[in-house]
């Protein structure tokens, strides 16, 4: 295999914690590592374990089994040399072909992390050995115990000499690198040595490509080693568990190390057997505990949980998915957080005070809570257990919170019925991105995909109400006068822009799609849908989603990439963004009257590309942006939970 970092590979515990890496081993993110857990769950992570330097003697004979790269980009060992095989299926399993003094052997390391608990179990085994073959597997952790955004670097307050004193027979290691970081607690069914060193300048490319510090420093506090023989021991066992947040004693496995690692791999096996493939599968990793309750992490590996991804996630994470209870706590829990007449966009890493700024996450919620309440009543009501009212309830006063005005400038405008927002400094809507306090792409104003948004909140929350339906006939009525232009042949991004009244930005992105797909409620005449669906296809549409704006625009950037402020000026100028063929597919069925032949071209022509496209995100699941230019490279996120949720709602849904 020449050498290539590889795609990446997720292990999600469930809290917020994770494990990640590359096929080849090669750590190219700060976020890379074995053992990373969410004090707080899901926020508050720190790294504790980044990675391990592992090797076989075999007859005096030393090979090297894992890679690491050091700046100034020197690959060193490189034991990728001899990896024969990687499969992610059911989890993280390598395979080295390594030839001795007595003939080749085959080493397998397996890798995974248990639901719910901050772990790594990693189980090394010898393949198709002579039964005369002795050989000593020795591993080396690095650590460090930090914040998982920063990087770690060489310092005198690390107390490399005081992971001292295996107990229970070298069974079971405590390391304690710094005051206030969770212990890493290491069992094991081989020894351990004291053998404290520093291992300097490791180099991660793709901090560097996204113009972070890419350099690193990493302390090993000693060796671990087990005596493989064929016909004898051969498996060696490593079980890596922080010591927050704790799980319950009695839930826990005993017995030897070897015998608790079994134990975890054979539930690991079977609950992800249950939870089907694919995408099905992957959809697992992103819902996870906030206290009592359930949340989704917006993606990995540094996004928490946001309220207006969540919403837009839940219908394919959960509805597709038949995950109806999950939904309704999602929702219930939610509801008590309505401030205001807004829902919270987003819970810090640190401290437990939301933050309210955006405009669209609580009209995503009223979308997501009457597709469950449909569902659920589909089922005869079973999954509702007295959360229906807290649900609707937070639905209205969201709703009235929008007409009597709230922060940020979001009001309804008595004049037309829609709904203007947004202040100087703001970025309200889902293309949210900020640079040194500015907002790129501000769109203070009526921005059309929150007119969509709010017209459809409406026509789900009127019920009989004589008010909102009169509202709602009124905005609709005005949505198509405002916002439709016949010789451009498209829809404006934003009207009364910095609400100045008549100003309009007439930019070709795909925030027009949510007019005719996305919602249950379709905005415009069939042969304006039409034009409007046929040029967003034309311009926008690419392989891994939808471009965020037309090629020829002034703004249009082709590649996303370099420092955090050409990151964030790019981020919604061209920039594709997965998650919004959603809107994209189900408005192109639409236009051609939703006949099961014109779902069947969509999915060949618009979903299967996406879910073959070589370079799609991580394993398993789909990445958060590409390139706007081909072959539309992955960038932000490599796991994304409404990429993943999006492509789900198409498949079970919008296109089954």
């Known amino acids: 295999m020449g050498f290539d970092a590889g795609a990446e590979w997720l292990e999600a515990d469930g809290l917020g914690g994770f494990a990640s890496g590359t096929t080849t081993g090669v750590r190219t993110r700060r976020y890379h590592a074995l053992l990373c857990c969410a004090k707080t769950p899901p926020t508050g992570r720190m790294v504790l374990v980044n990675g391990l330097e592992a090797w076989l003697e075999v007859g005096g004979q030393r090979t090297e089994l894992s890679t690491q790269i050091y700046e100034p980009g020197v690959v060193h060992p490189d034991g990728y040399k001899l990896l024969k095989s990687f499969t992610n299926d059911p989890w993280p399993t390598w ?37 005369k073959i002795d050989a000593t597997l020795c591993v080396r952790p690095l650590i460090s115990g930090r914040d998982y955004h920063s990087t770690h670097h060489e310092n005198s307050s690390m107390d490399l000499w005081g992971f001292d004193a295996p107990a229970q027979g070298g069974r079971r290691v405590i390391f304690r690198p710094y005051p206030g970081v969770p212990e890493t607690e290491c069992l094991t069914d081989g020894t351990y040595e004291n053998a404290a060193d520093w291992y300097r300048a490791f180099r991660y490319d793709l901090e560097a490509y996204r113009g972070l510090d890419c350099r690193e420093d990493l302390a090993s506090p000693g060796v671990f080693r087990w005596n493989l023989a064929s016909g004898k021991q051969d498996k060696a066992h490593l079980i890596l568990r922080a010591s927050t947040p704790a799980p319950s004693a009695e839930l826990e ?15 690991e096996r079977s609950r992800r057997k249950a939870l089907g493939v694919g995408l099905a599968r992957a959809a697992d990793d992103y819902l996870v505990t906030r206290g009592l309750s359930t949340t989704v992490i917006a993606g990995y590996p540094w996004f928490t949980d946001w309220g207006r991804d969540t919403f837009i996630s839940l219908r394919g994470l959960c509805l597709a998915t ?51 309440l449909d569902a659920a009543k589909a089922q005869g009501d079973r999954a509702l257990k007295g959360d229906q009212r807290s649900i609707t309830a937070a639905c209205l006063g969201l709703i009235e919170g929008c007409i009597e005005g709230t922060r940020h400038g979001i009001r309804m405008d008595p004049a037309d019925a829609l709904l203007a927002a947004g202040e100087e400094g703001s970025a309200l809507t889902w293309m949210d991105a900020r640079y040194d306090g500015r907002a790129v792409t501000p769109r203070i ?39 439709w232009n016949e010789k451009r042949g498209y829809l404006a991004d934003v009207v009364d822009v910095n609400h100045s009244p008549g100003k309009t930005d007439w930019s070709v992105r795909p925030n027009a799609l949510f007019a005719i797909g996305g919602l249950r409620t379709v905005l ?78 969509a999915r060949k022509k618009f979903l299967d590309p996406l879910i073959k496209h070589p370079d799609r995100g991580g394993l398993g699941h789909i990445a958060e942006i590409a390139d706007a230019q081909a072959p539309h490279h992955s960038r932000g996120c490599p796991w994304q939970a409404w990429s993943v949720a999006e492509a789900l709602r198409l498949d079970k849904i919008v296109l089954a």
């Not at 608790?260 to 539930?267: H, I, K, L, P, V």
């Not at 219930?332 to 955006?358: C, I, K």
């Not at 459809?456 to 609709?476: E, F, I, P, S, T």
């Not at 965020?548 to 990439?561: C, D, N, Q, R, V």
Request: glycine fraction near 6%.
């Open 95 to 131: 395979r080295w072909s390594i030839p001795t003094p007595t003939g080749t052997i085959e080493l397998q390391q397996e890798l995974f992390v248990p639901r719910h608990r901050p772990a790594c179990v990693l189980i090394w085994s010898l393949i198709k050995a002579s039964l």
């Open 253 to 267: 496995p005993q017995g030897t190390p070897a015998e608790r690692a079994a134990e975890f791999a054979d539930s």
């Open 322 to 372: 038949g995950r109806l209870a999950d939904a309704q706590q999602i929702l219930a829990d939610w509801s008590r957080y309505r401030v205001e007449g807004m829902l919270p966009n987003r819970f810090p890493d640190h401290g437990t005070q939301p933050e309210f700024h955006s405009v669209d996450a609580g009209l995503w919620y009223i979308t997501a809570a009457y597709d469950f």
């Open 445 to 483: 104003g009526k921005p059309v995909e929150i007119q969509a948004l709010w017209i459809n909140a409406l026509a789900l929350v009127a019920g009989k109400n004589k008010k909102l339906l009169k509202l709602h006939d009124q905005a609709a009525a005005s949505f198509i006068d405002r916002f």
């Open 524 to 601: 415009l005449p069939d042969d304006i849908a039409r034009r409007v669906v046929d040029r967003a296809e034309k311009e926008l549409w690419t392989p891994m989603g939808m471009r965020t704006l037309a090629p020829g625009e002034p703004a249009y950037t082709p590649h996303y990439g370099g420092s955090p402020a050409n990151r964030d000026e790019s981020y919604h100028q061209g920039t594709v963004w997965p998650w919004l063929l959603g809107s994209f597919v189900e408005a192109w069925v639409r236009v051609r009257g939703s006949t099961p032949a014109a779902k069947a071209e």
